[in-house]
């Protein structure tokens, strides 16, 4: 069975993630991703009015932010990575100007992993954290297996 590990900075907590979704919500998260790329001021969230996240591809590597539209306040930071020689270097980057997620920053998850960063925003919107895990994590395997 194929997993993911998603992982929070920080506390290192990591979940093992199978993929849980067909082969159409692969391609619709897929389409929202391409979205996000595409747009500079960030795609909305399918089924979160008033949210929105914004992508960079590189190297195989997706870079997410979502935050709130109302506001533009990032609530959190993830980056799915689907190769270790990705790895480190992704991770190390997640940590760079966060003190406060130091305790973490050697222990470099295996590959492929989804490493979220909460960001200041998420404190005075804790109510997204109910779908927040799921989001990351359909996003994640959209992006893993547009990269197998």
């Known amino acids: 069975m194929r997993y993911i590990w998603h992982v929070a900075l920080g506390s290192g907590e990591a979940s093992r993630e ?3 979704y067909t ?3 692969l391609t619709a998260w897929r ?3 391409r979205a996000a ?3 500079k001021a960030g795609e ?3 089924g979160q009015q008033g949210y929105a996240m914004t992508a960079r591809a590189f190297g195989g590597v997706l870079l997410c932010t979502v935050g709130r539209i109302d506001n533009k306040v990032p609530l959190v930071t993830f980056c799915v990575v689907t190769r270790a020689q990705q790895a480190r270097k992704a991770w190390q980057a997640l940590h760079e100007g966060y003190p406060q997620f130091a305790a973490s920053r050697d222990r470099v998850p295996q590959a492929p992993y989804c490493a979220v960063r909460a960001e200041a925003g998420l404190m005075s919107d804790l109510a997204a ?3 927040l895990d799921a989001y990351q994590i359909a996003i994640a395997w959209a992006w893993l297996d547009k990269c197998d």
Do not use: Q, V
């Open 44 to 46: 909305s969230i399918p």
């Open 31 to 33: 389409g929202h991703i």
């Open 129 to 131: 954290a109910d779908w």
């Open 18 to 20: 199978p993929c849980g």
């Open 37 to 39: 790329i595409d747009s």
């Open 23 to 25: 082969a159409e919500h």
